[in-house]
């Protein structure tokens, strides 16, 4: 990421390029949609109940994150399936060890004689995340599904999506079962002033891409770049990095989201997760205990609604939105979401880690 190395960028509150929000209300499944506005796809997080989607909306998915494979996060793979099937389409879904055979039983489960006939063909592939490997395996629909081991790949530190404008990246979480957390992480873009180019006699041209690119790789700041001139010979035909920087570019920092669901409120897991989720625009996290419930939790792995909220500020995120809320407290949404907030901004929760000592010993991250 760029903007690390760039002076104070400007961050917007809402997210422009991407727009999240939960596929259900927090009562229900866990799930978050993540419609790529510029790039006529999505994201989904977690394949629990897919139902609020329409079918337009599951067209669009391009990749899947599923966070471990309890019937909430995963039972929703058929509901997907069957949108799909038929379409001329490539579906990525990302999980841990376990994935691909999950995948494959599923599709085992069904009849694909009639597949062939089908206009499009579906093709999914399943990829697990080991500790430093992808493991791949593709299901093509013209194939019956007929399970095909890819060549895997190497990964560093979770990044499962690197693309030029994302990236998503996952860490391990204990929740009894490893599950995965996720985040998902835009790209800073360089945006270059119009006016200012005409100001200093430059004109736009295939240089500008030089010099972001230069901006991008970080190279020193007097390096000179070739420019193009609006009136020929009127000045130098090289200026230096640093000044066109100040000169011509605004950086918009790239928005960030984390989504992490189910998780145990260890040590461990908070540091993990707190890395994970630094500084993100808006953290979707579960928090479906109430305090006063915490050994219930505990006992389930899960975390509170304050410890969500103590998790977020740890973290430094801007907003947070609390999900996955236990039905013994239906109709009193409002106070799981209430305790939540106030352990965020007041940090009065007596589920403090620091409270507790919980971050107070060596730390043993990674
Ligand atoms: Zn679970
Ligand atoms: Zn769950």
């Not at 979770?158 to 998902?184: C, K, N, W, Y």
């Not at 189910?262 to 630094?278: C, G, H, P, S």
């Not at 915490?294 to 973290?315: K, Y």
């Amino acid at each position: 990421m760029i903007a690390g190395s760039l002076a104070e960028p400007t961050r917007p509150t809402m997210p422009t390029r991407f727009d999240p929000h939960l596929v259900n209300e927090p009562f229900a499944d866990p799930g978050l949609y993540v419609d790529l506005r510029f790039e006529r796809r999505a994201l989904l997080f977690d394949l629990g109940d897919l139902s609020p989607l329409p079918p337009r909306k599951l067209l669009r998915v391009s990749d899947v994150f599923v966070t471990h494979r309890h019937m909430d996060h995963f039972a929703g793979f058929d509901h997907l399936l069957r949108s799909l099937l038929g379409r001329d389409k490539v579906v990525r879904l990302f999980g841990l060890p376990g994935l691909i055979d999950a995948i494959d039983a599923k599709l085992r489960a069904y009849t694909w004689n009639l597949v062939a006939g089908y206009d499009g063909n579906l093709v999914l592939h399943a990829m697990e995340l080991h500790a430093d490997r992808l493991a791949v395996a593709s299901f093509a629909g013209r194939q019956g599904f007929l399970r095909v081991e890819d060549t895997g790949r190497r990964i560093e530190g979770g990044l499962l999506l690197d693309e030029p404008g994302l990236q998503v990246r996952a860490t391990s979480l204990d929740h009894g079962i490893p599950v995965l957390a996720f985040a998902l992480q835009e790209r800073a873009h360089i945006n270059i002033w119009r006016n200012r180019l005409d100001h200093l006699g430059l004109a736009v041209g295939p240089w500008l891409r030089a010099f972001k690119e230069a901006v991008v790789r970080g190279d020193p700041e007097d390096t000179p770049v070739l420019v193009a001139r609006s009136q020929p010979a009127s000045g130098p035909d090289h200026l230096p990095l640093g000044e066109l920087k100040r000169q011509i570019m605004r950086v918009t920092a790239g928005r960030k989201i984390a989504y992490v669901v189910d998780m145990a409120f260890t040590q461990e897991n908070i540091i993990r997760v707190v890395d994970l989720a630094k500084g993100a625009d808006i953290l979707f996290i579960e928090g479906g205990f109430l305090d006063v419930d915490g050994a219930d939790a505990a006992l389930r792995r899960h975390l509170t609604a304050g410890q969500a909220g103590t998790i977020a500020r740890l973290a430094g995120v801007k907003r947070l939105e609390t999900l996955h809320y236990s039905p013994r407290y239906q109709g009193n949404g409002a106070a799981l979401a209430q305790e939540a907030a106030a352990a965020f901004r007041d940090g009065k929760a007596a589920s403090d880690p620091a409270a507790q000592g919980l971050l107070t010993t060596d730390d043993t991250g990674s």
